[in-house]
């Protein structure tokens, strides 16, 4: 249990509603070879989300329920700046895939999804490396693209190079329409946020975290949606509290991810004052942090924070914790041990993997060369 001592009162009160969370893991996979990104999608259609993995030179999924896994491309994968945006954007019940390596990939689907499908390169500079389906209306979406920090990312004068956003055409061998986002700074993760009635991409990098909207067939960047400016978060995931409209986030902070924090609305005068952002650390013991999610996992309205790292920290511990807030405001909280020493977290996805209606945790591996889902059963 963590809180501060000023907030006894607090912490007395909100202990009563808090939630025991209980997961039980089951490993999918022990033998991944060099696990790069992972996301998760319906893949055959049958209702239920799947598992897609970047495995080194191979594109895989593995079916949910027996968890067979599949090969969906190979030699497609040339780096480790690898990321996968997999997601329904037509309807039909059935992820489209694209997956960036350098260079980035749309996968055309076979009509059997158990077979190799086909890449298709689109015109873009090597230094793409997150990407992300994102909603622009009510049945259209976009490719969005984040350059890699750093390297081909940046001109001659070390500016940052410009975000790329693409549109899938209805046949799409054919040439995809695209458009170009400035962005005033070195960015290195990519995260999606659905309010209800708008989707916002945000980008997070050395200048802090700034958010992007559809509107009015042009994307534009919201001033109000700059946060944590002159910070470097190296990883971002956006949360709620019982107001969606409220920006609350996790990050993992600054490049050396050895942080994980969270930027809150503040109190005043026992008042929360949304457009005033606080800034709390949760943990200084993490080593290279990899893994980042928020969602109520305990059923308390207001999402909990999910961190995984990579390396031993000081006391030679690695794995996944959770964070559990007391209120809103972050001013106590619970920390949990998801995964002590069984995982040395490269990244993780939060979905309902079973259809109870809780979210689950999937995570991978590449040291430890394994996936594993994180069954939540919390009462």
Not at 31 to 38: D, E, F, R, T
Not at 41 to 50: A, L, S
Not at 58 to 83: E, P, T
Request: glycine content about 10%.
């Amino acid at each position: 249990m963590f809180f501060y001592p000023s907030l006894l009162a607090a912490f007395s009160v909100s202990f009563l509603f808090n939630k025991e969370p209980h997961f039980t893991a089951e490993t999918i996979d022990d033998q991944i070879n060099a696990g790069l990104s992972l996301a998760v999608g319906d893949v055959d259609g049958d209702g239920r989300p799947d598992i897609l993995l970047a495995d080194k030179s191979q594109l895989v999924w593995y079916r949910n329920g027996d968890w067979k896994r599949f090969v969906m491309a190979d030699d497609i994968i040339q780096s480790d700046n690898v990321c996968i945006a997999a997601r329904d954007i037509d309807g039909d019940g059935k992820v489209d895939v694209a997956v960036s390596s350098g260079a980035v990939h749309y996968l055309i689907r076979p009509g059997d999804p158990t077979r190799l499908w086909s890449p298709l390169k689109l015109c873009h500079r090597s230094s793409a490396n997150r990407i992300s389906w994102v909603k622009t209306g009510d049945s259209s979406y976009q490719l969005v693209v984040l350059p890699i920090y750093g390297g081909d990312g940046t001109d001659n004068q070390g500016r940052s190079a410009n975000i790329v956003a693409y549109q899938k055409p209805a046949d799409p061998t054919t040439s995809w329409g695209h458009r170009t986002i400035w962005q005033p700074m070195l960015a290195s993760h990519l995260d999606v946020y659905d309010y209800g009635d708008r989707e916002v991409f945000y980008v997070c990098g050395d200048s802090g975290m700034m958010g992007f909207s559809f509107k009015d067939g042009r994307w534009m960047r919201n001033s109000a949606d700059w946060l944590a400016r002159g910070r470097q978060i190296s990883g971002a995931r956006i949360g709620s509290t019982a107001s969606r409209n409220t920006h609350v986030f996790a990050a993992i902070e600054p490049f050396c991810a050895s942080m994980a924090t969270v930027y809150t609305p503040k109190l005043t005068d026992s008042v929360l004052v949304y457009n005033k952002i606080g800034r709390i650390v949760i943990d200084r013991q993490i080593n290279e942090g990899r893994g980042l999610g928020m969602a109520d996992f305990l059923d308390l309205k207001r999402d909990q924070v999910v961190v995984g790292w990579r390396k031993s920290n000081a006391n030679g511990h690695f794995g996944i914790k959770l964070y559990v807030p007391f209120n809103h405001y972050w001013e106590a909280m619970d920390v949990y041990w998801i995964d002590r020493g069984g995982i040395a977290c490269e990244g993780l996805q939060i979905a309902d993997m079973d259809g109870d209606g809780k979210p689950d945790i999937i995570a991978f591996g590449r040291s430890t060369h394994n996936l594993k889902i994180y069954w939540n059963q919390s009462k």
